[in-house]
């Protein structure tokens, strides 16, 4: 990915989005945001530009990719999830839209307790899952992350998608070099999740994975 790449983002607003925003910025990269209320953004940066939307009211997904080089979706709305699977919907309009304009990364941030396709979680994360998860009304985030799990594996070959199925955050510090693995994750901070996910989009290897991610020891 060259430094000067413009690179959209869904969910910049977000805890995990605004450090990446920051981040992509301070490589070089132009960053296109799509937020529903840009006061909550608080980076002003002339590569920055912020569009006023919602994943949910139909917004130009060919006008937004215009010039792009990848997307990233650290998106979540846990109230609207627990009733539909809105990121799934969005993402099965987006991955199209890329194909038109030739656009082929695709990052999409996901959670640990999501489960892996067609596996099962380890019985440790089934059990938090189905205590503190459930109590928290996050099932429908992992439900919804599932299904866009399923959507670009079974239909989106072409793309050069990831899917990070980041650790439970704390906010603070970086704690040090997250990695991608298959069976363990880390409680990490917000600011090395979004440095994992810009690092993960630049990493041949972990296209069409979707791991959690580790710190380095
Ligand atoms: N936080 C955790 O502990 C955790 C742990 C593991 C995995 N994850 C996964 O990572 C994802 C991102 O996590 P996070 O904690 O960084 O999320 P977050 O702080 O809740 O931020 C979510 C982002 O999504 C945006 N968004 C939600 N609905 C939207 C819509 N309809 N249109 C446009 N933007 C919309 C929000 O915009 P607004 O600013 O307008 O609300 C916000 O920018 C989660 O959804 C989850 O799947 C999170």
Redesign the pocket.
């Known amino acids: 990915m060259s430094s000067k790449s413009t690179i959209l983002v869904?969910?910049?607003?977000?805890?995990?989005?605004r450090h990446f925003v920051e981040i992509a910025l301070k490589k070089g990269h132009k960053v296109r945001a799509?937020?529903?209320?840009p006061a909550?953004l608080a980076i002003r940066n002339p590569n920055l530009d912020l569009r006023q939307?919602?994943?949910?009211d139909g917004a130009n997904l060919d006008e937004l990719l215009e010039g792009a080089e990848s997307v990233v979706c650290?998106?979540?709305?846990?109230k609207?999830q627990s009733k539909e699977n809105?990121n799934t919907a969005f993402v099965k309009k987006l991955i199209p839209a890329m194909r038109r304009q030739d656009v082929k990364k695709f990052l999409y941030?996901?959670?640990?307790?999501?489960k892996p396709y067609k596996e099962n979680l380890p019985f440790g994360t089934w059990l938090l899952k189905n205590t503190l998860v459930r109590m928290s009304g996050l099932l429908g985030?992992?439900r919804d992350?599932e299904a866009v799990i399923e959507y670009l594996v079974e239909e989106a070959p072409d793309i050069d998608w990831v899917v990070h199925?980041?650790?439970?955050?704390s906010d603070g510090p970086s704690k040090g070099t997250l990695v991608r693995s298959k069976d363990r994750v880390s409680m990490a901070s917000?600011v090395d999740t979004a440095t994992y996910n810009y690092n993960a989009l630049n990493d041949p290897a972990a296209v069409h994975t979707y791991d959690m991610s580790v710190y380095k020891r």
């Open positions: 869904f969910g910049g607003s977000g805890r995990t989005g799509l937020v529903r209320d909550k939307g919602s994943i949910v650290m998106l979540g709305d846990a609207m809105v941030q996901a959670g640990g307790a999501t985030q992992h992350n199925r980041a650790g439970i955050f917000f």
